[in-house]
């Protein structure tokens, strides 16, 4: 008797010992992905927040796309983890009548990713056909992560605008793109992009146009945004401000459809630019923002299952293991009474 309650004590000691291990383990290496809202079979026909988790080991950043039938649309972009937060805006205006699923991509340092598959909605544009661009709020919310800074950069000219920017590490902190014109009606276009801290250049300019040259120091948790206002704009061509994060990705909306707010970015500090900069003029109502449309924006999908929650997973399997301790207890004992009689 006394042999097998000692064999027993040790399975159930080494066991405890592997499981605690995992479980911290686990509890370093979040998994937390889902949407909360919209709700399965909810129909979307006005602005409304994309909210849940989206926390993962190893984060880069994460991507909202809409999946309809196979197409993935993006809708937005985030470079800050979200738990039980709002992780985008949805406008159902720019989109195509229809049934979709909401899909969170996990980008990970790695530049590999996993796709969560959401809620299936159903999209009910109030116009007869999409917008081409967004109208009214951006998409994507501004939350700088804690090691690096985010930068938002803005085109509200009328003209494609063509936009570098070189940091103190070229790998990872460099960039050459062209931002496509502010349609009529529309918010500014703009692109994302964290940054390593430190000091940047760069320049922007139209073409034919003159080029507008810039310098700012990124500091990580710190959100900037560089704005080009056009060539008619004088001296407030390009104006590069430190803006206050957006308040949306921190507390969960409730069900239905949730409450937009704009970004927090209306009296932003201005920082640098090519002459003496006004806040005012940074205040400008004219200096909105929206995403830059291109076909970058469509991706392909991989993947597709569900990531559970590290906590749930956690809670479940230590009701397991509790229980296969007490199934293996009883058992011990019912074995020791049959070897001693």
């Given amino acids: ?18 499981f605690l291990t995992w479980g911290q383990a686990l509890a370093d ?5 889902s949407v909360a809202q919209p709700r399965a079979n909810d129909t979307v026909s006005s602005l409304t927040m994309v909210a849940g988790s989206a926390d993962f080991s190893e984060f880069e950043r994460y991507e909202i796309f809409l999946n309809g039938g196979g197409d993935m649309v993006w809708v ?11 992780l985008a805006r949805l406008d159902p205006r720019v989109f195509t009548d229809g049934t979709y699923q909401i899909v969170i991509r996990q980008v990970r340092t790695d530049s590999n990713y996993t796709d969560h598959a959401g809620p299936t909605i159903t999209i009910d544009n109030p ?35 063509n ?25 500014c276009t703009f692109f994302d992009a964290a940054l390593s801290p430190g000091e940047y250049r760069g320049t922007a300019h139209i073409d034919g146009g003159n080029s507008n040259s810039y310098q700012f120091d990124a500091e990580a948790g710190k959100v900037y945004k560089i704005t080009y206002n056009g060539p008619d704009s004088g001296h407030y061509q390009l104006i590069v401000a430190e803006i206050e994060s957006d308040t949306d990705g921190v507390e969960l ?33 004219s200096i909105a923002v929206t995403e830059a449309e291109s076909e970058a924006d469509v991706l392909p999908t991989s993947g597709g299952d569900p990531v559970p929650a590290s906590s749930t997973t956690y809670l479940l399997l230590a009701i397991l293991f509790m229980g296969l301790i007490v199934v293996g207890g009883v058992v011990a004992l019912q074995r020791g009474r049959r070897l001693t009689s």
């Fill in 127 to 161: 116009f007869d056909a999409p917008l081409p661009y967004y109208p009214e709020i951006a998409s994507s919310i501004l939350r700088a992560p804690t090691d690096r800074a985010l930068l938002r950069v803005e085109n509200c000219s009328g003209h494609d605008l």
């Fill in 253 to 285: 909306m409730g069900g239905g459809t949730a409450p937009v707010t704009s970004d927090t970015s209306d009296q932003p500090t201005v920082i640098d630019a090519n002459e003496d900069v006004s806040t005012d003029m940074a205040t400008d109502d």
């Fill in 29 to 33: 290496d979040p998994q937390m992905v």
């Fill in 76 to 86: 937005a972009s985030g470079y800050a983890p979200i738990v039980n937060g709002n």
């Fill in 163 to 187: 936009f570098d920017y070189h940091g103190p590490t070229n790998f990872s902190t460099a960039d050459d793109s062209r931002i496509p014109a502010r349609k009529e009606g529309s918010i």
């Fill in 1 to 18: 008797m006394k042999k097998v309650t000692r064999n027993y004590s040790l399975i159930v000691m080494v066991g405890l010992l592997y």
